[in-house]
């Protein structure tokens, strides 16, 4: 009888774990081709780094990608390597595009403007640079709110002058936190969240990164998944 109880308890527990296997393959499925309802976010695209390699434009125009934003740089000595073929890519495919710097607590403003305005060129075509805030493995650094948003008005004013439009600020919920930046630069926002709106800016927010997980045709690995508050 013990025997029998024993056996029994395993087949009722190795039925559970299958079943759990199949409830988390089906949500992965589910999460890795999830999108916002175009019904209420007509405007959808993505933003890419090098880490998505050799990008077919022209099939991920196909599933819907009406923008990107294409990492350019980061710091003051980075340069993405694929942002040239990316840019050349996007506008074959005709697909809006725009730069993205990577915003550095550890570098000076001015260093980190110089490396983005000689890695971008002026485009009137071109979406309005963006640029995000998030803390990085590799700086440490914790200066104080006054110091971050001078450094940051310098940054934002020299590459809006290079490119003739306001930026964007993308901010992540951590970053946002500590200093506020919603509240002290008047710019538009662009905050993350996965799958519900995010509300942790004092400011609406314009654009929405609504998934890190989406994968499309074309592209490899998961993407940034983003869509414009109509």
């Known amino acids: 009888m013990a025997k029998r109880d024993t056996r029994t308890s395993l087949i009722s527990l190795a039925t559970i774990v299958v079943v759990l296997l199949v409830v988390a ?16 976010y ?12 050799q990008i077919i434009w022209h099939v991920a125009g196909a599933t ?19 942002f ?18 990577n915003y550095s607590l550890c570098r000076l403003a001015t260093d980190q403007a110089t490396i983005f305005v000689t890695t971008v060129p ?29 450094e940051l008005n310098t940054f934002l004013n020299q590459i809006e002058s290079h ?5 964007i600020i993308a901010v992540s919920r951590d970053f946002e936190e500590l200093y506020n930046i919603s509240s002290g630069i008047d710019r538009t926002f662009w905050l993350e969240a ?11 927010w314009v654009m929405w990164r609504a998934s890190d997980m989406r994968r499309i045709s074309g592209v490899d690995g998961p993407i940034n998944w983003n869509v414009v508050r109509p």
């Open 122 to 150: 002026r485009g009137e075509n071109m979406l309005p640079p963006a640029v995000r805030l998030a803390f990085d493995n590799d700086c440490g650094d914790r200066p104080s709110r006054a110091l971050v948003l001078s």
């Open 84 to 101: 040239a073929a990316n840019i050349e890519g996007a506008r074959d495919a005709g697909i809006r595009y725009g730069a993205l710097h």
């Open 163 to 167: 490119s003739g439009k306001h930026a």
């Open 64 to 82: 819907g990608v009406d923008f990107a934003y294409i990492h350019a740089t980061s710091g003051a000595e980075k340069r993405d390597a694929n």
């Open 194 to 204: 996965n799958f519900f709106p995010p509300d942790y800016a004092t400011k609406p």
């Open 25 to 40: 393959f089906i949500l992965r499925n589910i999460a890795v081709g999830w999108a916002p309802s175009r019904d209420q």
């Open 42 to 53: 007509p405007v959808q695209g993505i933003s890419v780094d090098e880490s998505h390699g």
